[in-house]
């Protein structure tokens, strides 16, 4: 356990770009032979607005690494944060510290998107795609980046987490993002019994649902049972009546342009049919 700790503690940039890059590619191909959805759409195109977004995030992500960084190196400097209440075995260590990693990194976040209005504004990008695919997992806004790893951060502060089990979260983290949002028919009974720990893709695709009250639920990102545990856990027996989307954008050129994706946030709140954050239901 010590040295794969060690391992991901001076973890290759290569590696991380392999998770990536290399599970977007191993998905994109899976979803070719066993899709889910049998989308009738321009899987290039869609990938490549998709992947913009994608770079943005990579980008500010490395920009913003020097602060993690310097977070997670002060935390386990002067042994600052819930690690460090009791003595815990190494194991113990990497379990819970990967836990609430993804709990307060991003469980916590990813509900307060939904329930905080200019949150939201930033965080609907994500869900206005209605060919949701391997490439969507990291279509987010930049500005949306910014206090997802702000929140992460946060994350590393609180648990004292060392370096070793944030790389290792991190790459989960990426690694879950391409599995539950690739356009893949995985077995019900299988995806059943492991969305009783881990987030699946069947559990997940209910999130992309195009309107309330699916779109408020199923939040996890690696572990489920957060959303079992603050009771957000939805379960639809055929994820095949399943529609993607935000019903404010269901436009192709709102869904689908990189420009109008960008100004969204800046633009007019649009009220989703289910009353979001009270105002009127719209005539």
Avoid: C
């Avoid at 960084?69 to 113990?92: C, H, I, K, M, Q």
């Avoid at 983290?173 to 492991?194: E, G, K, Q």
């Amino acid at each position: 356990m010590e040295e794969f700790i060690i391992f991901f503690s001076d973890i290759p940039t290569s590696f991380r770009a392999g998770i990536l890059l290399g599970g977007i590619f191993l998905f994109w191909v899976l979803e070719g032979i066993i899709p889910l959805f049998p989308f009738a759409y321009n899987k290039f195109k869609h990938a490549g607005l998709n992947l913009f977004f994608t770079l943005t995030t990579a980008i500010i992500g490395f920009g913003l690494a020097w602060f993690l960084v310097r977070a997670s190196d002060y935390v386990a400097t002067n042994e600052f944060g819930l690690l460090y209440l009791v003595e815990l075995p190494l194991w113990a260590q990497v379990i819970i510290g990967v836990l609430l990693l993804d709990l307060i990194g991003a469980y916590f976040i990813h509900w307060l998107e939904h329930k905080v209005k200019w949150m939201w504004q930033f965080h609907l990008i994500h869900h206005t795609d209605t060919t949701v695919d391997v490439t969507t997992g990291l279509r987010h806004h930049p500005g949306e980046t910014f206090f997802r790893i702000f929140f992460t951060i946060l994350a590393v502060v609180i648990v004292g987490a060392p370096i070793g089990i944030v790389m290792l979260y991190q790459s989960l983290s990426v690694l879950f993002a391409h599995i539950t949002h690739a356009n893949i028919n995985m077995p019900a009974s299988v995806d059943r019994v492991l969305s009783y720990f881990f987030v699946t893709p069947n559990m997940h695709k209910v999130h992309h649902h195009y309107a309330q009250p699916l779109t408020d639920t199923n939040y996890g990102n690696i572990f489920s049972i957060w959303d079992r545990l603050f009771n957000t856990f939805v379960q639809v027996k055929n994820t095949k009546t399943l529609t993607y989307g935000i019903d404010t954008h269901m436009r192709p050129e709102e869904n689908s342009s990189l420009v109008n994706l960008l100004s969204i946030p800046f633009k007019k709140y649009r009220p989703p049919v289910g009353a979001k954050f009270g105002e009127e239901k719209p005539e």
